[in-house]
């Protein structure tokens, strides 16, 4: 089984806790001989879902959205980018250099191409900005490529 991750990034500690752990309570519906995850390892739920998906026994593949990617993430996240990055399977690439909204869509559309179930992490509401995770799950949608919804009951992004 090949899932894939999206989701809101900067969630509050307590949303944290209850999107993990029901992070792993999906990855753990897999046999991990079967499992792979696949991610674009941003901080937050793509980075808890890849390591979710290691921890269990499955496989994680990367998809980096552009050249630049890593720097336009935070600092405190590149040790832990680049322990994921380095422990990926596999690594897809748009070929794009800036790290933009257009780059992470791009990226996004990879990974739903090459999935059979996307995660969400969504409360449910537009994007923000082009690329977001209502834009990703919209693709889904369009693509005919199932999807399943995360948010804790009575979570809030801010």
């Known amino acids: 089984m090949r899932l894939g991750i999206t989701g809101h990034r900067g969630l ?32 937050g739920p793509d980075a808890w879902f890849a390591q979710a998906v290691l921890d269990h026994g499955g496989q994680i593949e990367a998809v980096i959205p552009a050249e630049a990617y890593r720097e336009s993430l935070p600092d405190s996240h590149h040790a832990t980018y680049d322990e994921l990055l380095r422990r990926a399977s596999e690594v897809h690439s748009t070929g794009l250099k800036e790290s933009n909204s257009e780059a992470h869509q791009a990226g996004s559309e990879i990974l739903v191409g090459i999935v059979d179930l996307l995660v969400a992490v969504w409360d449910g509401q ?28 009575g979570a809030a992004r801010d």
Do not use: K, M, N
């Open 12 to 43: 509050p500690e307590d949303v944290e806790q209850l999107v993990r752990a029901a992070l792993v309570a999906v990855v753990e519906q897999y046999p991990p001989t079967d499992l792979v995850g696949v991610s674009c390892i941003a901080d």
């Open 126 to 153: 537009p994007a923000r900005g082009y690329g977001g995770t209502a834009d990703v799950v919209a693709y889904a949608e369009r693509t005919g490529v199932p999807h399943s919804v995360i948010w804790p009951e």
